[in-house]
């Protein structure tokens, strides 16, 4: 007795803090014209912590059962709402409303509720648990039975069988009839017809983010089940944030394995973080910071962009080509579409080829921390299938399981050792690096993947390099896919008694903290967390056009360049005047303007001849290992753009 009578007043306690805090929802959900649709209602657990400290407990402490009465609470407010509505000619009665708790800014943040997967026990088995993950592999949408409704035979009382998910969704009728009005006991029940209803059912896993293991750990994931309207709004490569309920499984019974139990989430809310990562931090005064910056160095902008680019790994000296490249790979162009609907595309790709020990790997790192999505493999590690997809068997059934390529949508994939790849799994890598997608066919399963990447590579030479031969040649990759990259930067360890004097003496003084601070003071170095921002800033807020006078030099470079490169056509294709295009854009973006100037396509000239493979103009530029930041970069600018459009003008005389 005492829970029947509990029950009515729990749910009008809820359904009082929806109608009061909640109304907004409830309104446009009785607006929404379908039926038949479920619909989320989010609840914030902090809010419900303010209105109501011991409901809030119960909801986390006893979640299967409250967050039932919450979804009845919620049909009761919808009902109320629906009756204001109605009087004024509007509104849908809907059957299926689910709250969704957010727990964001609540105490059940705190590592108690909210553990690393890898530490989920049995003690966090039946509370409102938080976990945080990457998806790594999202099954097939499927249906399944929920609650029936059964009717006892001797007193004719009407009640709800949920299925138990524990022994695979079977449904279980209780002993003695549960009617408890009165004494009934009776013990055969029929089963109500068109009572059943049917729910979308999904299965993901999460697995927990590598950068927050421990030592010597390996990360483990966990399944978690969606249900309802949380179906099909994730994708393989999203970090979430889920709150559900911790249960478990039985594992399916096969013959000589023992039978276990496999912990799983049933998910009650889930958020995407990845799109935060990028929007989430960059206030309006650092928008402010930034615009105040550049009308600082407003009569030397080179200066300013080079005190932007020592921020690029700064415990590396010099190499400044290579920082240069770097951030304009990150930054990258603009996507073009025409009419017909064929992209060209936005991201440029950079190649590092270099001697051992000239820093590859340190940029590598370093790019993918400044990218909000990076995946970092290494060549002899990967397969094909695992930078594409890979088709997996599970519970009888084949699914793709997300490669690096793919989970690198909309980011970075850095692949180190690229030289030592299999020369088949190289292969899969041109359609994803110009086309941007991935065609699969595999196991019966035919689809087309997006893979928006920039593809970052690092590689040795093979064997002594010898500037005679052409780049294919030294790096053993084939002529289609070095055309593919926009940058290729040779990286020569020469003997230079200067540079090397110089490199020691700032390796040596890394460890001397009292000397580093005065150099902060002087040289404006920015830190990475603004380092950051403003890659993200300039690559959301520009989008820069050409100017005639940018087009007419970049047109004329490319001609003279198609008429000298006869060794080594590979590289000097059409893609090569798109490069020129999407670097002479990034660094528009970069030095945080709207329309790409002169300046931009001779810097974007400047970092493709200093890719040595073709020196057509500048024979002067040298080993992009040796590259330094100068003292004064607008005066040396003037010296090259004025080198660069003689060549340029001659050419022009002479056709």
């Known amino acids: 007795m005492a ?3 509990k029950k009515p007043s729990h749910v009008q306690d809820l359904a009082a803090f929806l109608i009061r805090h909640h109304s907004h929802q409830l309104r446009s959900i009785a607006l929404s014209p379908d039926p038949k649709l479920h619909y989320p209602l989010y609840v914030n657990f902090a809010e419900l912590m303010d209105d109501d400290p011991p ?4 909801v986390f402490s006893q979640p299967t059962e409250y967050l ?3 979804d009845e609470a919620a049909l009761w407010a919808h009902k109320v709402v629906l009756e204001d509505l109605q009087g004024l000619g509007k509104g849908v009665k809907k059957e299926f409303i689910h709250v969704r708790i957010d727990v964001s800014g609540s105490p059940l943040e705190c590592p108690e509720t909210f553990p690393s997967i890898g530490r989920v026990r049995v003690k966090h088995r039946g509370i409102l648990l938080t976990l945080k993950g990457t998806v790594i592999r999202s099954g097939a949408i499927k249906m399944y039975e929920g609650e029936r409704k059964y009717m006892c035979q001797k007193c004719k009382h009407e009640f709800l069988v949920y299925p138990e998910l524990e022994s ?3 449904i279980r009728l209780p002993s003695y009839c549960p009617s408890q009005t009165k004494a009934c006991e009776g013990t055969k029940f029929a089963h109500l017809e068109g009572s059943i209803s049917c729910h979308d059912y999904q299965e993901i896993k999460i697995q927990e983010s590598t950068h927050v293991l421990g030592v010597g750990a390996i990360p483990r994931s966990i399944p978690v089940i969606l249900k309802d309207d ?5 994708k393989a490569g999203d970090d979430i944030i889920v709150t559900g309920i911790l249960t478990a499984k039985w594992s399916p019974d096969l013959k000589d394995v023992r039978c276990d139990l496999d912990p799983v989430l049933v998910a009650n809310g889930i958020r995407r973080t990845n799109e935060l990562k990028s929007e989430i931090d960059i206030p309006d005064d650092v928008i402010t910071k930034f615009k105040q910056f550049w009308s600082d160095f407003k009569d030397t902008p080179l ?13 590396i000296f010099g190499l400044f080509t290579v920082k240069l490249a770097v951030a304009l790979t990150l930054i990258g162009g603009v996507q073009h579409v025409d009419a017909s609907g064929t992209k060209v595309r936005g991201e440029s790709h950079l190649l590092l080829v270099g001697d051992p020990g000239t820093g590859k790997s340190q940029f590598l790192k370093f790019a993918a921390k400044l990218s909000n999505r990076s995946v970092i493999t290494t060549g002899l590690g990967s397969t094909s299938a695992g930078l594409t997809v890979t088709a997996v068997k599970d519970g009888g059934e084949w699914m793709l399981e997300a490669g690096a390529l793919v989970l690198a949508d909309g980011g970075l994939c850095c692949i180190d050792e690229f030289d030592s790849m299999r020369e088949h799994d190289r292969a899969t890598i041109h ?4 086309q941007q997608t991935i065609s699969v066919a595999k196991a019966g399963l035919v689809t087309t993947l997006s893979t928006k990447t920039i593809v970052f590579g690092a590689t040795n030479p093979k064997g002594q390099y010898d500037p005679d031969q052409s780049l294919s040649v030294n790096t053993a990759l084939s002529g289609p896919l070095l055309s593919r990259f926009d940058i290729v930067l040779v990286l020569l360890d020469t003997k230079n008694p200067e540079w090397d004097g110089v490199v020691s003496s700032h390796i040596l003084s890394e460890g001397e903290p009292d000397k580093r601070k005065q150099d902060e003071n002087l040289a404006d170095i920015w830190p990475f967390p603004m380092l950051r921002r403003y890659i993200h800033f300039v690559k959301g807020y520009f989008k820069p056009v050409l100017t005639k006078e940018a087009e007419i030099v970049i047109s004329s470079y490319y001609q003279l360049q198609r008429k000298s490169a006869t060794d080594n056509a590979a590289r000097t294709t059409v893609r090569m ?7 002479a854009q990034a660094h528009a973006r970069l030095m945080f303007r709207n329309e790409v100037t002169r300046l931009d396509a001779i810097t974007a000239i400047l970092c493709i001849e200093s890719s040595m493979t073709t020196s057509a103009i500048v024979d002067s530029v040298g080993n992009a290992l040796h590259s330094n930041f100068t003292e004064n970069p607008d005066m040396e600018y003037a010296k090259q753009e004025k080198l660069i459009l003689e060549k340029l003008r001659s050419f022009d005389e002479f056709p």
């Not at 949380?230 to 994730?234: A, P, R, S, W």
């Not at 005047?577 to 670097?583: A, D, H, M, T, W």
Request: proline share 2%; charged share 20%; hydrophobic share 50%.
């Open 68 to 70: 039932r009465f919450l």
């Open 303 to 315: 200066k300013g962009r080079n005190a932007i680019l020592q921020g690029i790994c700064p415990q």
């Open 577 to 583: 005047l798109e490069s020129l295009i999407r670097l």
């Open 230 to 234: 949380l179906v099909d709004i994730v």
């Open 3 to 5: 829970s029947a009578a």
């Open 55 to 58: 409901l809030a407990q119960l």
């Open 431 to 434: 359609e994803a690096m110009e």
């Open 168 to 170: 695979r969704n079977s």
